[in-house]
Nanobody, 124 residues
Framework: QVQLVESGGGLVQAGGPLRLSCVAS????????MGWFRQAPGKEREFVAA????????YYADFVKGRFTISRDNAKNTVSLQMNSLKPEDTAVYYCAAVWRRVGATTKQEYDYWGQGTQVTVSS
């Protein structure tokens, strides 16, 4: 069982940065692949970024490539999402997710554990 708690959301102007963090409970964090998803009002939850359990592989949705960076610190049970050059269309609730030792997990169906989400609002 893994419990995930996101933080770092807020209101930011277009073009600005924001850093999201997700802290996981448990002693086996380093065995979980981690992902970030987002859901805007009236839309499906969509994949944003993912990182392998070792941190050696990362995956990004096309619409965030070059702007967002996912990273993890297994010693601190934390995964982060650095978001730069934010756009109004990035406004959504952002969710952290975890799955045990899965390679290349980029769909929400592949993830077993979810945080409660953190709101990101980008003003134009």
């Amino acid at each position: 069982q893994v419990q995930l708690v996101e933080s770092g959301g807020g209101l930011v102007q277009a073009g600005g940065p924001l850093r999201l963090s997700c802290v996981a409970s448990g002693r086996t964090f380093s065995s979980y692949a981690m992902g970030w998803f987002r859901q805007a009002p009236g839309k499906e939850r969509e994949f944003v970024a993912a990182i392998s359990w070792s941190g050696g592989s990362t995956y990004y949705a096309d619409f965030v490539k070059g702007r967002f960076t996912i990273s993890r610190d297994n010693a601190k049970n934390t995964v982060s999402l650095q978001m730069n050059s934010l756009k109004p269309e990035d406004t959504a609730v952002y969710y952290c997710a975890a799955v045990w030792r899965r390679v290349g997990a980029t769909t929400k169906q592949e993830y077993d554990y979810w945080g409660q989400g953190t709101q990101v609002t980008v003003s134009s």
